[in-house]
């Protein structure tokens, strides 16, 4: 069964500053991996997915992710934070397979990040 | 934002009163999905459809059925609404290996 685990559920960066976000995955099969953001009172956003091509991946406003098979993890990593990163994040395994052709999405519980300026 | 709308945007209800959501898409996708997010959990599968009249439970589907008449429509209904069921429900579509979701139904149970 595929599982996701996000290690902190809030990350507090000021501006300028690295961003970090961890996120090991538990999976059966080859995983599909994404980083969807969640900004206050909206709907979700793909940043970035892996879906066994490059292990590096990178993303929309400047987010990257590295694949490490052998660590099991998809963390997610950005230079420089901006105050308009603050949001939620979520890491999502998809299924190994598919029913009926359907794609099963397993998100983690999520990262709180806040910019401080 | 693969022309997901979603119906009402915000609901407050009675316990025990039935309630339909209601999603859709304008780009004849086949997949789509019901989700419900809750603070802690991220967001869990509800139902799920692969094409007209046909759908599927998700890992949380209980005291909700689904209905696809059309592609374009997939409503959930909520048979008789609980407390439990106060929540905040995304609607998506995937297209490849992608999800995309709509803005989201935040349902109040009272």
């Known amino acids: 069964a595929q599982s996701v685990t996000q290690l902190d559920s809030h990350v507090s960066v000021s501006e300028g500053t690295p961003v970090l976000l961890r996120c090991n995955y538990s999976?059966?099969?080859?995983?599909?991996l994404f980083w969807y953001v969640q900004h206050p009172n909206k709907g979700l956003q793909l940043l970035l997915k892996?879906?066994?091509?490059?292990?590096l991946v990178k993303g929309i406003n400047g987010f990257e992710a590295e694949f490490k098979k052998s660590e099991t993890s998809f963390h997610l990593t950005k230079p420089s934070a901006h105050m308009s990163d603050a949001a939620e994040y979520f890491c999502?395994?998809?299924?190994?397979?598919?029913?009926?052709?359907?794609?099963?999405?397993?998100f983690g519980q999520g990262t709180r990040l806040t910019i401080n300026p | 934002d693969a022309g997901i709308t979603q119906s009402p945007r915000h609901k407050v209800t009675e316990t025990g009163t039935p309630v339909t959501l209601r999603c859709h898409q304008t780009?004849?996708?086949?997949?789509m999905y019901w989700y419900r997010q809750d603070p802690g959990h991220g967001l869990r599968l509800i139902h799920y459809?692969?094409?007209?009249?046909?759908?599927d439970k998700g890992e949380v589907s209980d005291g909700y059925s689904v209905s696809r008449s059309k592609t374009e429509d997939f409503l959930l209904t909520l048979e008789s609404a609980t407390s439990s069921q106060t929540s905040v429900y995304f609607c998506?579509?995937?297209?490849?290996?992608?999800?995309?979701f709509g803005p989201g139904t935040r349902l109040t149970v009272t």
């Open positions: 998506a579509i995937s297209q490849g290996h992608e999800q995309y």
């Open positions: 999976s059966s099969y080859s995983p599909s």
């Open positions: 892996y879906t066994s091509a490059a292990t």
């Open positions: 999502v395994v998809s299924r190994g397979f598919r029913i009926q052709g359907a794609q099963k999405l397993v």
């Open positions: 780009e004849n996708h086949r997949y």
């Open positions: 459809s692969y094409g007209v009249k046909d759908t």
